[in-house]
């Protein structure tokens, strides 16, 4: 997999409630959230928007879970299914397409 866009990112939302996930500095957009039914309703929800902030915080919360995983196991404490490293590093592999 090649690298991800780097962090950090930023949202902004349109007038018919979807928001446009970019890269801090830039104008191209790299991600939507997507608010068709409020649409129709001329409102946001408030789901949406926290999909939205998942979204944006991902770069930040990838290198963090790097960052604890390598302190961690620095400590001594082994990666094993069912323990937090394991779901750290679980959640490392998904992000960056090496686990389905």
Do not use: C
């Amino acid at each position: 997999m090649t690298n991800h866009t780097p962090g950090p990112w930023r949202m902004t939302l349109d007038d018919f409630g979807d928001y446009t996930i970019q890269p801090q500095h830039e104008e191209l957009a790299i991600a939507a959230v997507v608010n068709g039914e409020m649409r129709r309703m001329g409102g946001v929800s408030g789901e949406h928007e926290a999909n939205a902030h998942v979204i944006v915080a991902a770069p930040d919360l990838l290198k963090a879970a790097k960052r604890a995983l390598v302190t961690l196991k620095a400590q001594g404490e082994s990666v094993r299914p069912g323990n937090v490293l394991g779901a750290l590093d679980a959640a490392i592999q998904k992000a960056e397409g090496r686990h389905g």
